[in-house]
């Protein structure tokens, strides 16, 4: 039983390009969320989606930053001209359902580092 | 204010003895969820133990448990036994309401395991 899926694992990009990440949730999960890790601090959220569409971006920035959950296929996040600031581990998470009791599983992460 | 407080950024522990970290937190919701993960240099966040604010016993998972206090609103995590292999940074994480879209994750607590 494959837990959650992230790909890659780490990439490098040279500020102005774009990074594109990818997250596939465990089966049976419809619920993905991601996150953002900045050195030495705590997960901060980004965004909740369901298959094709978006429920929670309220932690996501304004402008670069996108995200998609296709009916087929992963979960994209999408930075657009990225910047120095933006290097940090980006995590994403599944659940089967949605509520406060249900856990969050977390893939490997994705550590962005922006030259 | 923050959701979730974690004072120890680090923690020492003799090998074979019982580790506490804590976790307060602060929410106005009747119904929420306590989690803790583990965070190893390896990056990856693995779930540990959940605690539902309606569950009167304190939850345990083998070698973790979570010492749940409602009114003081604290919910430490109590690692008995420790093993070199516990040596790793520990979060505790909330998730508000019947339908909370997000964890708020805490800062972290470095926890060594000294030989």
């Known amino acids: 039983n494959a837990g959650v899926m992230q790909n890659p694992r780490h990439l490098v990009r040279r500020r102005g390009q774009e990074a594109r990440l990818r997250c596939s949730p465990m089966?049976?999960?419809?619920?993905v969320y991601w996150y953002r890790q900045l050195p030495e601090e705590g997960l901060k959220f980004m965004v909740y989606?369901?298959?094709?569409?978006?429920?929670?971006e309220s932690g996501m920035p304004k402008e670069r930053f996108s995200a998609e959950f296709p009916k087929e296929g992963p979960s994209i996040l999408r930075i657009q001209q990225v910047v120095r600031g933006d290097s940090a581990a980006y995590f994403c998470?599944?659940?089967?359902?949605?509520?406060?009791?249900?856990?969050?599983?977390f893939g490997p992460g994705t550590r962005l580092t922006v030259l | 204010a923050q959701k979730i407080t974690q004072t120890q950024p680090g923690m020492f522990v003799q090998e074979k003895e019982a580790v506490t970290l804590d976790c307060t937190y602060d929410?106005?919701?009747?119904?929420?969820?306590l989690f803790w993960y583990k965070q190893p240099s390896s990056g990856e966040m693995i779930f540990l133990i959940y605690?539902?604010?309606?569950?009167?016993q304190n939850a345990t998972e083998g070698r973790y448990s979570l010492n749940f206090q409602k009114a003081r609103k604290s919910a430490n995590l109590v690692i008995s036994a420790s093993q070199l292999g516990d040596s790793a940074m520990y979060f505790c994480?909330?998730?508000?309401?019947?339908?909370?879209?997000?964890?708020?994750f805490g800062t972290g607590t470095s926890l060594t395991v000294i030989p």
């Open positions: 089966k049976g999960h419809s619920h």
């Open positions: 605690q539902g604010s309606y569950d009167e």
């Open positions: 994480a909330m998730r508000e309401g019947p339908a909370g879209n997000q964890f708020y």
């Open positions: 998470a599944s659940s089967p359902q949605q509520g406060s009791t249900d856990t969050q599983y």
């Open positions: 929410t106005s919701d009747q119904s929420y969820g």
């Open positions: 989606l369901q298959k094709e569409n978006i429920i929670d």
